[in-house]
């Protein structure tokens, strides 16, 4: 089966960094996602690692360690606007096709 | 580029009453998804299309809810009879073959 955990809540300041942790277990690993979800709307892509290390794209980069089963999301000079839910989603072949399974998410609150 | 599409974007029903649900996704997209997602949870695949046939409905609650996706482009999603705990949301995505999904905004189903 599927497993993905990220913690359930984080807060942060204004300004500084966050990084939210994401730990997976799956038969077949072919890819790891983030998605931002605002409050009452809909997921939008963010990220995608396949290969291990960093994936740099503005004030969000992401990494992956296949190995560990381990991912980060890093979200630099943070802004009110970043207040959201950010989801972590594995794709998975374990049955001769794609599937993107998310995790419940995390939801940052970010505070003057 | 127009994005996914859903109706309606709310609905409000009664237990054991039935509802359906419609998407259009991003033209030239060959697989189309339905998210069901709880408050404060992560969405759950329900089913997957790749073109008109079904990829993976293992989630699906085979005695309530029925889709389909007639000729490859539109899909809709019933839920006959409906039960208390299907109030969520109801996300449709698209995405060409083992690519980036993405979602439409959609649909806030309350059940009574």
């Known amino acids: 089966g599927q497993n993905i955990d990220q913690p359930t809540e984080m807060t942060a300041t204004e300004g500084a960094i966050v990084q939210i942790n994401c730990t997976y277990q799956?038969?077949?690993?072919?890819?790891l996602f983030w998605y931002q979800q605002h409050a009452g709307e809909a997921p939008t892509f963010l990220s995608y690692n396949v290969l291990d290390g960093l994936e740099e794209k503005g004030r969000f980069s992401s990494f992956l360690s296949r190995s560990k089963g381990y991912s980060y999301l890093l979200l630099k000079e943070l802004q009110m606007k970043d207040s959201a839910s950010y989801l972590c989603?594995?794709?998975?072949?374990?049955?001769?096709?794609?599937?993107?399974?998310f995790g419940a998410g995390t939801r940052l609150a970010v505070h003057p | 580029e127009a994005g996914v599409a859903q109706s309606p974007r709310y609905k409000i029903i009664e237990k054991r009453q039935s509802v359906a649900f419609w998407c259009n996704p991003i033209s030239g997209h060959a697989t189309l998804y339905w998210y069901q997602q709880i408050l404060g949870q992560g969405p759950k695949l329900l089913i997957q299309?790749?073109?008109?046939?079904?990829?993976?409905d293992s989630q699906l609650p085979k005695d309530r809810f029925s889709a389909e996706r007639l000729k490859g482009v539109d899909s809709t999603l019933k839920i006959q009879p409906a039960k208390l705990e299907d109030s969520a949301v109801y996300l449709c995505a698209s995405s060409p073959p083992g690519q980036v999904l993405y979602f439409g905004p959609g649909t806030r189903l309350t059940v009574t």
């Open positions: 299309f790749q073109n008109n046939g079904v990829v993976d």
């Open positions: 989603a594995v794709r998975d072949l374990s049955g001769g096709y794609n599937k993107l399974i």
């Open positions: 799956t038969s077949g690993f072919n890819g």
